[in-house]
Every structure is written in structure tokens, then in C-alpha cells.
């Protein structure tokens, strides 16, 4: 089974937002990103709202048909309550702290283990899948396995930044996270500057992975390929068999 692609749509906001309208209009390209292929829509709505708004996930709640992954640090309680009404089919936890301007590391999962656990149980009890985004590193996925959680994601940003120097190198402890979370039975998703340049080989080494979530090169590529046929390309470097 190929990784699932979900787009990240927190781009489309903030062009959204830079002008105050509804150009372009985010409720349509999540909509088409599903038309074109896409198996999933990721949203990370922050605190102070610079993309992702409170109301779009609203709105979008009712209209897509793939699989609603919301992100989000849950010490937030705006973020709990709005994951609770909106019970997307997954939430993934971020450990960002307000203001940042990407998420940059993931979960230390033996320090925040009694909370990850709370946070966890109660999101599943709602029937809602768990995610968290952790680096690829074994205690760290061990840890994981403790806070009883559905599935990782791993923080893919060292993986590229070093895809082009040595990426044998580069997705080594990533092969290795995954292998352990295979053997401890958490599901694996990864994501954090995917691009087409660094996905096929991701994707192909990463035994297990379900699930990848791109947003920044997606959206970049789609300024040049135009959404439609940007989808169908990252579909296709998804392909194991390539
Ligand atoms: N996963 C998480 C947890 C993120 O915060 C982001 C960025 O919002 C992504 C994946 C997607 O990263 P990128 O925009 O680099 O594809």
C-alpha cells in the first residue's frame, strides 16, 4: 500500500489572508486538492490565527470527503475544544510554542509521557485517530509507544536538508524509527519540507509509512505545474514502485 498524500492547505490562508477577501478561496482548494487526487487535508490553525483560521476549519468540516487531519499543540485549549467539536478523523500534536513560525522539533515523548498520555486517551475516547510528531529518534519512539498513541509523525526536516549532500546518510535514523515503530506497532506518518525532489526515496525506504502531510513545496510547485497536475505528481512519487 502507498503512503496516503495529504496537502496542507495552511499556505492557501496566508496568501488568503495577506489581502483581507476570500482570494484565494481555501474552502475550493481543499475541495479541489480532493478532486485532484489528494487523500487527505491537513490544517494547523495557531493561536494567533496568521493562517488557518478557528472558522475555516468550521467550514470546512462539512465539506470534505478525505481524511480531516487537524494539527496543533493541545496546551492550547482553543485547540482541544475545536478538535473536539470538529472530530476530524485524525489530530496530530505539535509541541510549537505560540508565535513559531514552523514547527521545529518534535515531541520529547519521555518528558510529557503523563501528559501526552491524558491528552491522548481523551482524544481517542472521541473517536478521533492520534498523531505525534516526533524526530526520528528511538527513545523517542519508544517513548511514544508508552503515551499510548495511533501513530507517529516523523519530523522529516533533517531528512531533507541533508537529501542533497547524503541522503543515504540523511534517512538512516529514519529507517530506523520506523522499524522500531513498526515493531511496536504504531502507525507512521511523516512530514516537514517533503518535496518532489526528496519524496519517491522517502517513501520507497520507509517501510510502513502511511501517511505523508506537505504544504510549503506542494503549494511552490503549484505556482509552476498548477495544483492539478502537482498533485498527480507528488501521487506518483509516492509509488513505491518507481
Ligand atoms: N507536519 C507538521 C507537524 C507541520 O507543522 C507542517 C508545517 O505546518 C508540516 C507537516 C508540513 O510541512 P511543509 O509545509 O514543509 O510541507
Redesign the pocket.
Known amino acids: 500500500m502507498e503512503a496516503k498524500l495529504s496537502v496542507?492547505i495552511?499556505?492557501i490562508a496566508t496568501i488568503r489572508n495577506s489581502r483581507g477577501a476570500n482570494t484565494p478561496d481555501l474552502l475550493k482548494v481543499a475541495m479541489d486538492c480532493e478532486r485532484f487526487g489528494a487523500q487527505g487535508i491537513?490544517v494547523?490553525p495557531r493561536p494567533d490565527e496568521r493562517h488557518i483560521r478557528y472558522k475555516d476549519v468550521h467550514d470546512l468540516k462539512p465539506l470534505l470527503t478525505t481524511e480531516f487531519n487537524i494539527?496543533g499543540n493541545p496546551k492550547e485549549q482553543k485547540f482541544v475544544d475545536l478538535v473536539m467539536e470538529i472530530k476530524p478523523a485524525q489530530v496530530?500534536l505539535?509541541p510549537?510554542v505560540t508565535g513559531q513560525l514552523?514547527?521545529d522539533h518534535g515531541w520529547d515523548t519521555i518528558e510529557n509521557k503523563a501528559y501526552l498520555i491524558e491528552m491522548i486517551s481523551y482524544f481517542k475516547k472521541a473517536g478521533i485517530r492520534t498523531s505525534i510528531?516526533v524526530d526520528a529518534d528511538i527513545k523517542m519512539i519508544e517513548g511514544a509507544k508508552e503515551t499510548g498513541t495511533d501513530r507517529i509523525?516523523l519530523?522529516?526536516?533533517s531528512y531533507?536538508r541533508h537529501f542533497n549532500s547524503d541522503k543515504e546518510k540523511a534517512i538512516q535514523p529514519f529507517i530506523s524509527a520506523a522499524k522500531k515503530a513498526n515493531e511496536l506497532g504504531i502507525g507512521i506518518?511523516?512530514?516537514?519540507?517533503?518535496?518532489l525532489e526528496n519524496l519517491n526515496y522517502f517513501a520507497k525506504n520507509i517501510p510502513g509509512l502511511l501517511e505523508?502531510?506537505?504544504?510549503?513545496?506542494?503549494?511552490s510547485d503549484a505556482l509552476y505545474y498548477g495544483l492539478e497536475n502537482t498533485i498527480q505528481l507528488y501521487l506518483r512519487q509516492l509509488k513505491t514502485s518507481l
Do not use: M
Open positions: 496542507n495552511n499556505k491537513t494547523h494539527e496530530t505539535v510549537d514552523t514547527s510528531f509523525e519530523y522529516t526536516e531533507a506518518n511523516a512530514g516537514h519540507d517533503l518535496s505523508v502531510s506537505i504544504g510549503h513545496a506542494l503549494i
